[in-house]
């Protein structure tokens, strides 16, 4: 492909650093596209050291996919910079999770997604996905 003189080049299409499942959407986890609109995190804890991260989004079945292709980011994110280290937090690992899809009256589809963490990944995914004391 040529350009003109004094023009600028064409954009390049970018290239995403996360790989992630493709379900119908080519979802990735660039800075710009950390940002969930549908799932937001609350995390607890426990006497036990272990902390919980749970989000739950109820959409319509035509809205679930967007659910999903947040689900897959967090997903693998965690995968990628805590890969080997997914197991029982009680164990020692990092992390572990439960997806949980929900089929409802009315059309309604409620996705909740899990997570057992550690301290270490917790703030890491803070630290990622933003809170509401990710500031702190």
Same mark, same amino acid.
């Given at each position: 492909m040529s350009t003109v003189p004094g023009q600028a080049h064409p954009p390049q299409p *970018? *290239?995403?650093q996360w790989p992630v499942r493709r379900l119908g !959407?080519?979802?990735?986890l660039c800075p710009d596209t950390r940002r969930m609109r549908h799932l937001t995190f @609350?995390?607890?804890d426990s006497s @036990? @050291?272990?902390?919980?991260?749970?989000?739950? !989004?109820?959409? *319509?079945e035509a809205g679930r996919a967007a659910v999903m292709v947040e689900v897959e980011q967090v997903? !693998?994110?965690a995968q990628a910079e805590f890969g080997g280290r997914q197991g029982p937090v009680e164990d020692g690992f990092a992390w572990d999770h439960?997806?949980?899809v929900q089929h409802e009256a009315g059309g309604w589809v409620t996705v909740t997604l899990t997570f057992s963490a550690s301290a270490e990944f !917790?703030?890491?995914f803070k630290a990622t996905f933003g809170g509401d004391d990710a500031d702190e």
């Open positions: *970018r *290239r995403c !959407a080519q979802p990735c @609350d995390l607890t @036990d @050291d272990i902390l919980t991260l749970e989000a739950m !989004a109820s959409t *319509r997903l !693998a994110w439960e997806l949980l !917790a703030e890491a």
